[in-house]
């Protein structure tokens, strides 16, 4: 959001319109809030920042579709009862995001399915403090949604070669492991971000790229810039299939090999450092303590909601299917299962091991390696 500033004349309008807001709730009336934050003013240089495109799925939207999200929503919190919503954060800029119909009041579909709940009134946090009123420190918040406008956030989303976005291979944060929730596959879910029209595009999108790349001349790096600048619909796609056929193209080299040492030497070899928070969020790390053959044909999991006994599918690579689509830890899982956003997937799936139910928590922690003496 740098580079922004906060026109005079829409400044002074707003702070009219706030200085009513806090009446309202001074004598415990309704609120109102004016719309300004769909007027020119404000909506123009956002537009501005990356064109006409949802900061979320990164979809080219319609002039009469933009939205302007509040991130921290202004009116309420879904799920946390009593909370006023950011009311003093509504008129203020750097609260505001470009969202597409789909992801700002949900519609999006996977396979003639409706998905995805929207973002809506949804601010939920990973971890933190949460702000309540006027003055709070924002700074002790930790968002779950992924923020298109902070740095570091754009990073952890990926793209895998069939156009699904993925999380990225960055370790997961202390914050994520503790939670066992990964920030990325919430935002996924949430927004639809998979929906079948967008994630069949980015594919297509992508392969272009992966031919794009084997042309040379001038005339396929045009057209390579033109899909990858910021500006351009899903480019962050198109840039993960440009670096990926960048790496593809890179010769093969190994380790330089050490001096000889002289016979019965140990010669030390760097291992990449491991994502120890990682067995907290998804199952990668447990898979060697399955049986091969049941993984194979797919581990049953179960869990219970609302009086009903829920399905799911543990798959040889770690995900797990619910309604047909893998994802890559429980919590998500669970909660596509469920429709609720505060089911903990550890605690909620249950699987046999040699006679022995458990929840996945449980079979987890019975695995727990022991911990490195300081």
Not at 67 to 75: A, E
Not at 179 to 193: D, H, K, M, P, S
Not at 284 to 300: F, M, V
Request: aromatic share 6%; net charge neutral.
């Amino acid at each position: 959001m740098s580079g922004l500033t906060t026109p005079t004349a829409w400044a002074d309008k707003t702070e009219q319109t706030l200085r009513k807001v806090r009446a309202a709730m001074a004598t415990d009336q309704e609120r109102t809030f004016k719309a300004h934050w769909s007027e020119d003013e404000v909506r123009e240089p956002l537009l501005a920042l990356l064109g006409p495109k949802c900061w979320y799925c990164e979809t080219t939207i319609q002039r009469a579709d933009v939205n302007v999200d509040h991130f921290r929503p202004k009116s309420d919190v879904l799920g946390e009862t009593g909370h006023d919503g950011y009311w003093w954060l509504a008129y203020r800029i750097d609260n505001y995001r470009i969202a597409c119909k789909h992801c700002n009041s949900g519609g999006a579909r996977f396979e003639g399915k409706r998905e995805g709940l929207a973002k809506g009134a949804r601010f939920p946090l990973v971890a933190g403090v949460r702000a309540w009123k006027e003055g709070d420190d924002l700074d002790l918040e930790q968002p779950l949604l992924l923020d298109p406008a902070r740095p570091g956030d754009p990073d952890l989303l990926g793209f895998d070669t069939f156009g699904y976005a993925r999380r990225s291979a960055a370790p997961y944060s202390p914050a994520e492991s503790h939670g066992g929730v990964c920030r990325t596959e919430e935002t996924i879910r949430i927004l639809a971000l998979n929906a079948t029209q967008i994630t069949d595009q980015r594919r297509e999108l992508m392969e272009e790229i992966a031919d794009l790349a084997q042309m040379p001349g001038p005339l396929a790096q045009k057209h390579i810039a033109k899909r990858v600048r910021p500006t351009a619909q899903w480019s962050a796609a198109a840039t993960a299939a440009l670096n990926l056929q960048r790496a593809c193209a890179l010769p093969i080299t190994g380790p330089v090999p050490p001096a000889a040492a002289p016979p019965g030497t140990a010669t030390f070899t760097p291992t990449p450092a491991p994502d120890r928070g990682r067995r907290k969020v998804n199952l990668k790390d447990l898979l060697g303590y399955l049986d091969p053959a049941d993984l194979a044909a797919g581990i049953t999991l179960t869990g219970r909601h609302d009086k009903r006994e829920l399905r799911a599918t543990l798959l040889r690579d770690g995900k797990i299917s619910v309604l047909g689509r893998g994802w890559d830890t429980p919590t998500t899982a669970a909660r596509v299962a469920t429709g609720s956003d505060d089911v903990n997937g550890w605690d909620f799936w249950r699987l046999t091991v040699t006679g022995v139910e458990q929840s996945l928590g449980e079979f987890r922690d019975a695995h727990e390696p022991p911990s490195t003496p300081a």
